[in-house]
């Protein structure tokens, strides 16, 4: 009788292999899994993905940019982690085997390259903030795409919307005092804050003001970019100075949870490095995300009364961080939240997976759309930059039936 | 890359006739998706389609059909392929009919309590909508949540509720089904008393893909039960745990589910979920209870109690809220994954022996593990006599992988050996097939091939799968 022994031996797609290897194909994530649920062949679903890795590990498919292009498809959302009986790490996978085809083929899909270039180096992301600066002052930033540039709502407009002029121009409520007295806080301005979302990212800076002096210290991109699409040695240099870069601080608060997610886990990826072991995990300990911090420093959210919220879990915080209960009970006291259907379902974000794969992007988003109108919520809520441009496309689309915001700005 | 030859042009175009150009699958990283199912066999090339043809509509499978016969190409129908035993696994090249397109659920007649769907349905997705109706689907495979009604009746498959309301068989009343040659054939249907001819229905349940294609089922209902309760009884040794069902079946005290977990998996459990396990516990029953109101279970739960007693138990606990029996349902539910975690490997076995005979294959079971020295938990569903041995190995150990499969042999031994045969829910498919002609003998072996002959003279439904 033919049995799964093991059959591969070491080569490019061992590690990614050992990641699957507790895949008994049972299809428990195939109902789970956002992008099998738009796109029904068994190749777009995890366990398809899955099998995919073993059969380049064990020869049966060939590492070619037909597979490559195959396991990019892929949002590293862990729904399929979530509901597998055996735990089975399929985003972990992703992260192996896209490493391993770009090693074995020379080179990243050319959709995903680009992206990574303009991360890596903090002049061009500075720049391009400092460009869309001066577009949105005059409007011209519409001219780009909304996938590109999302329209962002500011705090002011949300607060014109629904507070009131009375509470305009109000002064900010007094915070209960910080986590750890006389802690050195510093924020982490994630790429996506930066370049898309300046307002939230100020309304972030409000509220850490209001609750210690922070720091600002200049830093590059977190890496996850990099990481996820087989440019690990790009992710390690980055990494390496965003250690550097926060040594100073106790605590690295940041208001994006694709950044706190890998900022938080970079201890593993160094393990094995004498000299950098002990420096990344002292770091991936300061690590908090905003919600966390804020929740923890006993932060009371100004409440707006007749504001109605819904809030959508970011993969990265719910089931990347197990952060769920923080924001709600921020939202709670601002407002009144009413629950999501299914609301831990990716939106179809995913870093730039919703510029490669515009398509499945957009159905898994109208969905999204859907279950948010369908609580009847004034706004939908988020924290994450990466979800913030699906949920504000989502918002315009439904012709201002809602709108998006960053935690931030309504809390 | 696959050791058959591709298609030539014109049956490619003959199916994407059939089906629509996009309905065809050929690429072979694609087609790779369709070689395999949630057996422990390895990927491999050889199980590797020419191509995947998924049809919307009976008449597309018909279509479908009727070129394949014609071109002689074998023919292997497809779900979700959750299946265990590689029922759903191409054997010979030529096409995956993958039936997933075809998830309308088409008729809903409460008057009669029957529902028909097409064979992509979730077998949840069919439950839940009944329900939202106050009808009942009972049939529950393991798989339920993703698995598919056209391999759910291919299987035969079975569940946790089978004890009370037994398993797909009993709700199939009518099947629409493409045969061979692309012949529409209809069985059954909405009259309860049918003795017009052969149980032709009968015929296909269990079939496993080998007779025809299951186009459309239609199934009959129940009420859906008004309130369910959940027990947790925990006994010294597996005996008294089975001796107690055996009681509750007699006493006409029947429980909706009765699922039993033996030492080992109770470790496991209490392991993976950073509990203690009970004092001098060797077996533990889950019993669900259902009835008409929270009177009826008051009344099931104390005649529960009083014949575990009798039994010899040594904890009892009756859910009170949903929180606890959330928590009684999650120690279950858990058990696959708890299990599966003591070891890299697992063989997931399934057999069935009369419900007598429970403890006894047990201990036998038990004695395999000492003589293979490998750890085989024992969990199942203890009021029909259906029960999973799991052996415990690493795989990619050449002696312990020879020893596992030798205790897979005898776990079949002792299964036949008692009166029970070799799968109770999962099928023959490909893994079990080498034991199959001894399980059933020459007779009943020949009159298999003469029914397969009758329906299939070409061979080419799913071919290789049974014996």
Request: charge should be neutral; glycine fraction near 10%.
């Amino acid at each position: 009788m033919v049995t799964a022994a093991t059959k591969a031996g070491p080569g490019p797609f061992a590690a990614a292999r050992g990641k699957v290897l507790g895949c008994d194909r049972c299809g428990t994530c195939l109902p789970v899994c956002p992008l099998f649920q738009v796109q029904d062949v068994e190749r777009a679903s995890a366990r398809g993905k899955n099998a995919l890795v073993r059969g380049l590990a064990e020869g049966l498919i060939p590492p070619d940019r037909e597979a490559q292009e195959a396991l990019e498809f892929c949002l590293l959302c862990r729904a399929c982690t979530d509901a597998c009986p055996g735990k089975v790490p399929t985003d972990e996978a992703m992260l192996q085997v896209r490493q391993a085809l770009a090693d074995t083929l020379g080179s990243t899909p050319l959709r995903s390259r680009w992206i990574g270039r303009v991360l890596r180096r903090r002049r061009m992301v500075g720049l391009g903030a400092a460009t869309l600066a001066g577009l949105r002052a005059v409007g011209l930033h519409r001219l780009l795409p909304s996938q590109l540039v999302p329209r962002e709502t500011s705090r002011q407009a949300y607060l014109e919307k629904y507070a009131g002029p009375a509470l305009l121009g109000a002064p900010d409520p007094r915070p209960e005092p910080a986590l750890h007295p006389g802690a050195k806080v510093a924020y982490f301005q994630g790429c996506g804050m930066k370049l898309l979302f300046p307002d939230a990212s100020r309304s972030t800076q409000r509220i850490l003001a209001q609750l210690s002096p922070f720091q600002r210290p200049d830093h590059p991109c977190c890496g996850l970019p990099h990481l996820a699409h087989g440019q690990r040695e790009a992710f390690l240099e980055l990494a390496q100075e965003n250690i550097k870069a926060f040594e100073a601080a106790d605590l690295v608060v940041t208001d994006c949870a694709s950044c706190s997610g890998t900022l938080k886990h970079l201890a593993p990826w160094f393990a094995d490095d004498p000299v950098w072991a002990d420096r990344a995990a002292r770091f991936s300990a300061k690590v908090m995300d905003l919600t966390e911090y804020l929740a923890a420093a006993g932060y009371r959210p100004q409440a707006l009364p007749g504001a109605t919220f819904t809030y959508h879990d970011p993969c990265h915080l719910a089931r990347g961080q197990g952060i769920r209960r923080q924001p709600r009970q921020l939202l709670e006291q601002a407002g009144k939240l009413i629950e999501l259907k299914e609301k831990e379902r990716c939106c179809g974000g995913s870093g730039s997976f919703h510029l490669e794969h515009p398509q499945a992007a957009e159905a898994i988003l109208r969905r999204k759309q859907e279950d948010i109108q369908g609580t009847g919520a004034q706004v939908v809520v988020t924290a994450c930059p990466g979800c913030l441009i699906q949920l504000t496309r989502a918002a315009e689309q439904s012709g201002g039936a809602f709108q998006a915001l960053h935690i931030s700005q309504v809390i | 890359m696959t050791t058959f030859t591709a298609f030539e042009p014109e049956v490619l175009d003959g199916f994407r006739d059939a089906v629509g150009r996009e309905h065809v699958i050929e690429s072979p990283l694609e087609v790779f998706g369709y070689s395999y199912d949630a057996s422990f066999l390895a990927l491999d090339r050889n199980t590797m389609p020419q191509a995947v043809v998924r049809p919307r509509t009976t008449a597309e499978i018909s279509r479908v059909m009727a070129l394949a016969h014609e071109r002689r190409i074998p023919v292997t129908p497809r779900g979700a392929a959750s299946g265990r035993t590689g029922g759903s696994v191409p054997l010979q090249g030529g096409i995956v009919l993958a039936l997933d397109r075809m998830t309308s659920i088409l008729e809903l007649d409460t008057a009669n309590m029957m529902v028909s769907a097409e064979p992509g349905v979730r077998t949840v997705d069919l439950h839940d909508h009944c329900a939202r109706h106050g009808l009942f689907f009972p049939p529950d495979p393991g798989s339920w949540k993703f698995s598919t009604l056209g391999g759910n009746v291919a299987e035969n498959a079975g569940g946790m509720r089978a004890v009370k309301y037994g398993v797909t068989r009993d709700y199939v009343m009518g099947l629409e089904v493409v045969l061979a040659d692309g012949a529409i054939l209809e069985t059954g249907g909405k009259a309860v008393k049918n003795v017009t001819g052969y149980d032709l229905t009968g015929l296909f349940v269990g079939s496993e893909g080998t007779l025809g294609i299951v186009s459309r089922a239609l199934f009959r209902l129940r009420p859906l039960p008004k309130a369910r309760g959940v027990l947790r009884v925990v006994f010294r040794t597996m005996d008294e745990a089975c001796a107690a069902v055996q009681e509750m079946l007699l006493d006409g005290v029947t429980p909706s589910a009765a699922e039993i977990m033996d030492a080992t998996c109770l470790e496991a459990v209490a392991r993976a979920r950073n509990t203690q396990m009970e004092e001098g516990a060797g077996a533990c029953l889950i019993l669900e209870i259902d009835g008409d109101g929270a009177e009826a279970l008051e009344a099931q739960s104390r005649r529960i109690e009083a014949i575990t007693d009798r039994a010899g138990r040594i904890a009892f606990r009756s859910a009170a809220s949903k929180e606890e029996t959330e928590a009684i349902w999650a120690e279950r539910r858990g058990l696959s994954s708890a299990v599966a975690a003591m070891a890299p490997n697992r063989l997931g076995e399934d057999i069935s022996v009369p419900r007598s005979a429970f403890p006894e294959v047990v201990r036998r079971i038990n004695a395999i593990a000492a003589s293979s020295g490998l750890r085989i938990p024992v969990f199942g569903h203890a009021g029909d006599g259906n029960l999973h041995p799991s052996v415990l190995c690493n795989l990619a150990d050449p002696d312990q992988a020879a020893r596992a499969h030798q205790a897979v042999d005898g776990i079949f031994q002792a299964a036949l050996d008692l009166g029970g045969t070799l799968s109770g829910e999962h099928g023959i498919g490909i893994t079990k097939r080498p034991y199959f002609p001894d399980a059933v003998g020459p007779v009943s072996l020949e009159t298999h091939r003469a029914v397969k002959r009758a329906l299939d003279p070409l061979g080419l439904l799913n071919p290789g799968k049974i014996w």
